[in-house]
């Protein structure tokens, strides 16, 4: 009879754990454990925690992997979402509390103001960021989406924008979702091309960002690829 009434009441305990305590105490398959709770209304839902992690390798796995091989664990599309939802989610809340609309954009930090916005992000895409002489942020969205590792950049497109928006500083990033944080020399070559477009519409092109999960590299400040080159041309 024990036996029977062993899980009785676990949902509810795991909730309060948390609600009392934060997440902090769950391992990571209790912490998907809890999170399925709400896709599985009545389903034990550790078995399938620890079979996601244990196919996966981690937490952060299981959200970003392929939806095709989320369902081939019999996982159904409102589970899936809700899976999905969770990087989403987190990009959209560290852009949230770092918004910097009509703030003034410190460049030495771009690193740090472009990093949350490629959370969760498993393909290439390309943010602009368009400033005032102020430096103040006018505006800053995707204006590139691409494969799993490359992404055309729209140089045209990002000169119109520029225009658009009269901005006076300009800067791009891109991730490398699969990769590491250094560029190529493809992408050396076309922020090159873009800095050199926009000097001759007294723009400038003042940093590349290049991100890879919790690494990143400023072209502008490395010694290699910005310093000497054409970030701090003098005139």
């Known amino acids: ?75 159904t599309d409102n589970t899936i979402a809700l899976l999905k939802l969770i990087p989403d989610f987190s990009r959209i809340y560290n852009m949230d509390r770092t ?14 103001y472009f990093r949350p916005k490629f959370i969760g992000r498993t393909n290439e895409v390309l943010y602009l960021l368009l400033m005032d002489g102020k430096y103040k942020e006018l505006y800053c969205g995707i204006v590139s989406k691409g494969s799993i590792n490359t992404t055309d950049v729209p140089i045209t497109k990002i000169i119109e924008n520029a225009v658009y928006y009269n901005a006076e500083y300009v800067a791009i990033a891109h991730n490398h979702p699969d990769g590491i944080a250094l560029p190529s020399q493809a992408d050396i070559k076309t922020t090159k091309t873009i800095y050199d477009t926009l000097k001759l519409m007294n723009k400038r092109l003042v940093d590349h960002i290049i991100v890879c999960d919790d690494d990143q590299i400023s072209l502008a400040q490395s010694k290699y690829y910005g310093r000497g080159i054409f970030f701090n041309d003098s005139d």
């Open 1 to 75: 009879m024990a036996d029977k009434n062993v899980h009785k009441g676990h949902r509810q305990r795991m909730r309060n754990l948390y609600l009392n305590e934060g997440i902090d105490n769950f391992n990571h398959h209790q912490a998907l454990e809890l999170l399925l709770f709400y896709a599985f209304p009545q389903r034990d839902t550790n078995p399938i925690a620890h079979k996601l992690i244990d196919q996966f390798g981690s937490i952060s796995a299981v959200f970003d992997a392929p939806i095709v091989q989320l369902k081939r664990f019999g996982l």
């Open 99 to 112: 918004d910097y609309n009509s703030k003034r954009i410190e460049i030495s930090e771009l690193c740090e």
